[in-house]
């Protein structure tokens, strides 16, 4: 399967917990992004890599938030101090460098902080 | 504010009718647009896309349609098979990442 993945599928949390998912996106791309969907709304895009690099992250939704990409390949999204309004599915979408193309998603991580 | 605007949160259509999904966006910067359908507890799995210098695009039974001057976009879908029941999301691009629509759930009646 040479589609994006993502790990843990489901996470259950108690308040104040910190939590990291992976990413690992389509191989020879170079683009990775990173989305949060809650319910009835569509997803929200979050900060994004071009290879190692992390070109944008100031719509992080706090400082809590935080993404690596080490070594260009797979991506880790932290979040610390977990509230229940970071309850939500995380998506995890990659390209390939450059212009407008297509993102391919991952099947999610839905987090439940309780 | 909503940049992309997906007005129908739900449409029916009886298998084997056209389907029309619709979407407007307000930022005359969005260059790229796609469609992507999305079943319960998966990922949007991409459809079609469109470029801004073009005002259709087709591929099998699914096209695209845009009109620059509306700021609007549509999603036709003919003949529509039960399998097409799904979440189908609107999203432009931007300087960074995809700008999504709330969604339209298109419910495929037999």
């Known amino acids: 399967d040479t589609g994006v993945s993502q790990d843990p599928r489901h996470k259950i949390t108690k308040r104040g917990q910190n939590v990291t998912f992976r990413c690992d996106p389509i191989?020879?791309?170079?683009?990775l992004y990173w989305y949060r969907q809650t319910l009835g709304q569509g997803p929200e895009f979050l900060t994004y890599?071009?290879?190692?690099?992390?070109?944008?992250k100031s719509r992080l939704l706090s400082d809590r938030f935080s993404a690596e990409r080490p070594k260009g390949s797979f991506s880790t999204l932290e979040i610390q101090r977990t509230e229940q309004g970071d309850s939500a599915m995380y998506l995890c979408?990659?390209?390939?460098?450059?212009?407008?193309?297509?993102?391919?998603f991952g099947p999610g991580t839905r987090l439940t902080v309780t | 504010d909503q940049q992309v605007k997906q007005n129908s949160p739900s449409l029916s259509v009886q298998e084997g009718r056209i389907s029309i999904l619709n979407c407007d966006y307000t930022?005359?910067?969005?260059?790229?647009f796609l469609w992507y359908k999305k079943y319960p507890a998966e990922g949007p799995t991409f459809l079609i896309s469109?470029?801004?210098?073009?005002d259709k695009n087709e591929d099998g039974r699914f096209t695209v349609f845009l009109n620059k001057s509306a700021k609007h976009l549509s999603l036709h879908i003919v003949p529509s098979q039960p399998g097409d029941s799904a979440v189908y999301f609107c999203?432009?691009?931007?300087?960074?990442?995809?700008?999504f629509g709330k969604g339209t759930h298109l419910i495929i009646q037999p």
């Open positions: 979408a990659s390209s390939p460098s450059g212009g407008n193309s297509e993102q391919y």
């Open positions: 469109i470029s801004s210098i073009k």
């Open positions: 930022n005359s910067m969005f260059d790229y």
């Open positions: 999203a432009a691009t931007g300087a960074d990442g995809l700008t």
């Open positions: 191989s020879e791309h170079n683009r």
């Open positions: 890599f071009q290879n190692e690099a992390q070109l944008e």
